[in-house]
């Protein structure tokens, strides 16, 4: 069974920094993983999909990069803007199936 | 431009009255889904659609129902809401059919107290 961690469930950081958000799971057939991120009380915006095949993906300020061996996705935010404070979700979709599996999610919280 | 709209944004309703969620989408996509977040929670998966098979996930309780009457919409109905059932609900599409670049795309969600 496919289980998703997201390590660490807060971080508080000042702006302007660059910061790492950690991502594991446990099975490593999977179809692709995607970063989200949730605002208070919204819904999921998808902000990076990365294939199987693939080992990162970059938008803007963000990069994500997948390690499917080890079980690891990292998500990279540079030059962190108060903007940026959410909650950032990975999940995972495993192969053979449409489901995705999440985890809980880090709560990011920049200050000015 | 919205691709997958929830009516209504919040719901309040009583214990033990049936109520009823809405999603519609315009992208056409195969797949629709039901999540339940609690507070602090990752989004759990209650069932999906793919076209009009019902997919309904093992530990989804009964008081859940869904209803898919056509591609663009999908209804969540909750037979008996409990304390335990308030809730954000959001609706999910995405192609399916297995390809690696299917992304899930979700609605602004539905906000459920129960009183």
């Known amino acids: 069974k496919q289980e998703v961690t997201q390590i660490p469930a807060a971080l508080s950081v000042p702006e302007g920094e660059n910061l790492v958000l950690n991502c594991s799971f446990t099975?490593?057939?999977?179809?692709?993983l995607q970063w989200f991120r949730q605002d208070p009380g919204k819904g999921l915006t998808s902000l990076l999909l990365i294939q199987s095949s693939q080992r990162e993906q970059t938008s803007g300020r963000l990069n994500a990069s997948l390690d499917k061996s080890s079980g690891r996705s990292t998500l990279y935010i540079a030059a962190s803007q108060p903007g940026d404070s959410a909650t950032y979700l990975c999940a995972v979709r495993s192969h053979n199936t449409d489901k995705l599996i999440f985890g809980t999610g880090t709560r990011l919280q920049v200050f000015p | 431009d919205a691709m997958v709209i929830q009516n209504p944004r919040y719901q309040v309703t009583q214990f033990g009255k049936p109520v009823t969620l809405s999603c519609s989408q315009t992208?056409?996509?195969?797949?629709m889904y039901w999540y339940q977040q609690k507070s602090s929670q990752a989004p759990k998966l209650l069932f999906h659609y793919y076209d009009k098979d019902f997919n309904n996930e093992a530990d989804t309780p009964d008081n859940f129902q869904s209803r898919r009457p056509n591609t663009s919409f999908c209804f969540l109905d909750i037979r008996s809401p409990g304390l335990g059932d308030a809730a954000m609900y959001l609706c999910?599409?995405?192609?399916?059919?297995?390809?690696?670049?299917?992304?899930?795309?979700f609605g602004p969600g539905t906000r459920l107290t129960v009183l």
């Open positions: 999910a599409t995405s192609r399916g059919g297995g390809k690696s670049t299917d992304t899930q795309y």
């Open positions: 992208l056409n996509h195969n797949v």
């Open positions: 099975d490593s057939a999977i179809y692709n």
